[in-house]
Structure formats: C-alpha cells, structure tokens
C-alpha cells in the first residue's frame, strides 16, 4: 500500500515517512525545498516530488505523481507555513493567503483529485495534522491558527461527504518539538502549563497515524496529542 505524505522535508514529515517504510509502506512524499538530508528518503525509496503548495499547478505536479499508482491508501496532510504575523497590514494579509493556500487550498485539491484512488482501496483515509491552537486562537498568530482552524473544518466536511469508502481524520498536535529558536524562557513557560510537563517528540504522533490507520470504525475524529497542553489554554 501506498501513503502520501506532504511537507516531508523536515520535522514531522520525514519521521512519518521514515516510519512508513519501516513499517513497509510504499510512501510518495512532497517538499517544498531540497535539502541534503532528503537524500535519506531516497536511499530507503521514497518517491520525492518537489511542489510549492502556494501554487495550484504545483499541487497539480504531486496529482499526476500519484496517478502513476494504483495503490494509494492514505493522505497525511502535514505541510505547514508559519511564521509571526507582520506588522504591516498588507503584509499580513499576503502571509493569510499563502497559509490559506498551504493549509486549506492544497489539501482541498489533493483530497478531491485523489479520493477515488483511495475508495479503491478496503481501508482508505485522510489525516490531517491540525494544531491544538485552532480552539484558543491567539490575536498575534490569528492568520496561522484560523487556516489551520479552516483545515479542521475542511477535514469534518470531508469525512462526511466521503464516507462510507474513504475515512477522514485529524491530530493536533500540541508542543512536541520546539524549534531551534524557541528560547530556554520560553520553552520554561510552555511547559510549565503542560500536565506532563515535557516536550512530546515526534514518536506520539505516529502512534496516533497508528491508531488511525487500524481502527476502521473512526472518521470526523480529532485526537489532542499535547501533553494535556490544551487544558491550559482552552
């Protein structure tokens, strides 16, 4: 069976990817830039394509990648843009549009092109990552959190409207891996409002795809994977 996984250059999408295969998946993966370390997917056979999911004929590109496949089974959505909202209101609303595109836009197209691919097969699904934030937007990041908020609701349309053949679900995560320039201070402050008080990792979210993969009786879920984080800011 066959997984596409977007957004596979770093991070999440690489672990997932890497797993996969150990689990022995055939996995198509995008990225939006090359980096050396992508040479690993490579050497173990990921199928790498190369697409800016802010442009529609480049989501297009991983499309007529998978068309070459009769054996896709699962779509993680994991492609993400982030970054802190600008000060400049004309500014603001162009990062709105590239993260509506890369949360919304992108994932709209891929499941509607690839859905029935994936009703051909006896346990087809979705998973999109979403972020624990969608329920407790806050103002500076207001542009991020309600794309990824559009993609909670994109993925709950989807469910319904794709069932029976093909289940549709979401994982928010919350603080499993802090970025390189989260500080000591502020590392301190998330977690001392984290239940259990530590950063999660990447391994807690492919036990989820897990569970998701093999319960067949789950579509329109959601499942937190934060630590409790939510509890404190919900």
């Known amino acids: 069976m066959r997984a596409l996984v977007t957004g596979c250059g770093r991070r999440l999408g690489f672990y997932l990817c890497e797993q996969l295969v150990a689990a022995g998946w055939q ?20 199928e790498l394509v190369k697409a800016d999911f802010t442009r529609e004929e480049e989501v297009g590109a991983v499309v007529t990648a998978l ?12 492609a993400s843009a982030f970054e802190p909202q600008a000060a400049d209101p004309a500014v603001q609303l162009a ?9 919304m836009a992108a994932p709209f197209q891929l ?5 029935p691919a994936l009703a ?10 979403t972020d624990i934030y969608i329920h407790a937007p806050a103002p500076q990041f207001a542009a991020y959190v309600a794309t990824k908020a559009g993609a909670h609701s994109l993925a709950m349309s989807f469910a319904r409207e794709l069932a029976p053949a093909v289940r549709v679900n979401t994982i928010e995560p919350g603080p499993i891996l802090f970025l390189d ?14 239940p259990l008080a530590r950063e999660g990792g990447l391994e807690p979210i492919w036990q ?16 937190r994977v934060d630590g409790g984080r939510a509890l404190a800011v919900i």
């Open 27 to 46: 996995v198509t993966g995008s990225y939006r830039n090359e980096r050396p370390e992508l040479d690993r997917l490579r050497d173990v056979g990921v």
């Open 67 to 78: 068309a070459a496949h009769e054996d896709l089974a699962l779509i993680i959505h994991n």
């Open 95 to 103: 990062q709105f549009d590239q993260f509506y595109r890369v949360h």
């Open 111 to 115: 499941n509607r092109a690839l859905a």
């Open 120 to 129: 051909r097969q006896p346990n087809g699904g979705i998973i999109h990552i």
């Open 181 to 194: 320039e989260h500080g000591d201070d502020w590392r301190q402050q998330v977690l001392a409002k984290t």
């Open 208 to 223: 989820a795809v897990q569970m998701l993969m093999k319960n067949d009786y789950m579509t329109g879920a959601s499942i």
